[in-house]
């Protein structure tokens, strides 16, 4: 069962949670159709923790653990934000899933 | 937190048996897999056109596989000491959430094909025939049950529910109908070695970064070996050990008790996960399939022992399952159990007075703990009746000053599911997990205003994960969840052995 995510009049395939079936088919404005379909708007920070994801997984096929993100996160915007309660605050539907979901990348699977 | 689009059950002095409400959770099921995770799984991509026949002849198969099977359906004699044991039936009031009602859903069938009143008279005997409105009642109340076997222990007969729910959704593959969230992630377990779909190389570079980190916050190196040939100990996390939190600082409690130890460990990269998701699905091909694995590891890296990490249905398929499935593991070093818990590792440790833990650096928090299903009710510990409860609580008792536990009635063998076991942690069941959670939950509040209890410690991934997630709904900090090794890791003096 999939559905499909309109982006500047061009229907993108997701799956039932709202995943890109296509990775190729990312580009910066899905992530923000996404989040205002949220009713969240996209600022510097958040992109900050999209870019690393998508770096991240282009290197190692998978999205990072939370802490590699949390760590990368501290490094770039200030160790008061190298941490999962300020991830939570960007992403409230939870930093793995709702930025992995914007960043374009399959949904994390498992235990978690 | 996320919004909600239902009503979180409220949290009062006492627990309380819910009113009824009939199919108040009719609505509730997991996404079906995909055409490709079935094929995975060499099952049927999608419904198979005579799949009633198929169903029946499959449910044959596995009366005549499982004597067990047919001693659950056949000996229910309807006392009701079950109904009001399910921590689903008790969250949601949906009546069908009742064990015994759970359980008739195939009952009812086995009794048509299967049983001489049935095929004579079955309206007299509740005997039915599988539909299509009886077939998505399979479907939707087979995934709320955790397989958690809470109910089992209050049956006279001792039927097993999960036993009945693992044939159920056995069925449910056969005919094409698969679950995708434990579908998809067997698939993953067999193409890259674990749950998340973590390749070597990340893993790799997960555990150089824990390496650093632990090495900036004590000044050890404390080592994460991983693919180290002849080591001695063999390490099988879950692989959210790797990944989520409170899970990896659980993972970083381990490191330290080996470093201590001083015991050659190792991780896999071709083995990286301890959980066995088949056994919720109740498939043995599959299940033996990636048990082969963690054997395979052993083998190639030429260790002497393995010990399994904090997750737990990983621990029941190891303990109860692994020797038959996977067996006979005589090249391992018989001077040590075959398989050991982490637990139990460190327990010994511990009692020998290798170990030297400073309960003070734990002084911020009152912990409680929780017993997870498998571990408590399919499991044991150590080498006392009862060690999977004694076991645990000895190590967090060794680490901290402030230990409190639950009500008698919520923990030990009578311990309520976290509200997201047996392969349904998964976001569009949600709604099932909160209200699912609400007897632990509502235990777990009353030690918070009795005792001012501050954490509760799990000693399974899928638990940690699922209150994580959950318990902000009903107020309480996601952060008040704890690993048992992150609590011995937080106590435990390194490098000072004299």
Known sequence: ?112 | MAKTDFEVPALRDYLRTPDLRPGAMAKSAPFKAAPRHQQALGFPEALVPDWERVAVAKLGDLLGKYRSLRVHLDSCVKCGACTDKCHYFLGTGDPKNMPVARQDLLRSVYRRHFTLAGKLFPRLVGARDLDAALLDEWYGYFHQCSQCRRCSVFCPYGIDTAEISMAAREILDEIGVGQKYCNEIIAKVHAIGNNLGLPGPALANTLEGLEEDVKEATGVDVRFPLDVEGAEVLLIPPSADFFAEPHIDGLIGYAKVFHQAGVRWTLSSYASEAANFAMFIGNYAQMRKVALRIRQAAIDLKVKRIVVGECGHAWRVAYGFWNTLAGPFDFLDPRYPVPQHIVEFTYDLIRRGALKLDKEANDHMKVTFHDSCNVARATRMGDLPGGQFVLPRALIKASCNHYFDMAPDTIGEKTFCCGGGGGLLTDELIELRVKGALPRVQALHEVRQEHGVTHMAAICAICKSQFTKVLPYYGIPMDSVVSVHQLVGNAIRLGTSS
């Open chain 1, 1 to 112: 069962m999939t559905s499909a995510v309109a982006v500047k009049g061009k229907e993108l395939e997701v799956d039932e949670e709202g995943y890109l079936v296509n990775l190729g088919d990312w580009n910066e404005d899905v992530a923000n159709v996404m989040a205002a379909e949220d009713t969240l708007t996209l600022t510097e920070n958040h992109w900050e923790v999209i870019n690393f994801l998508r770096d991240y997984y282009a290197e190692y096929q998978v999205a990072p653990a939370i802490r590699v993100l949390t760590k990368a996160i501290g490094k770039k915007l200030g160790p008061e934000k190298g941490n999962s309660k300020y991830l939570y605050e960007l992403f409230p539907y939870g930093p793995a899933k709702q930025a992995c979901r914007y960043a374009g990348l399959p949904k994390p699977t498992g235990c978690i």
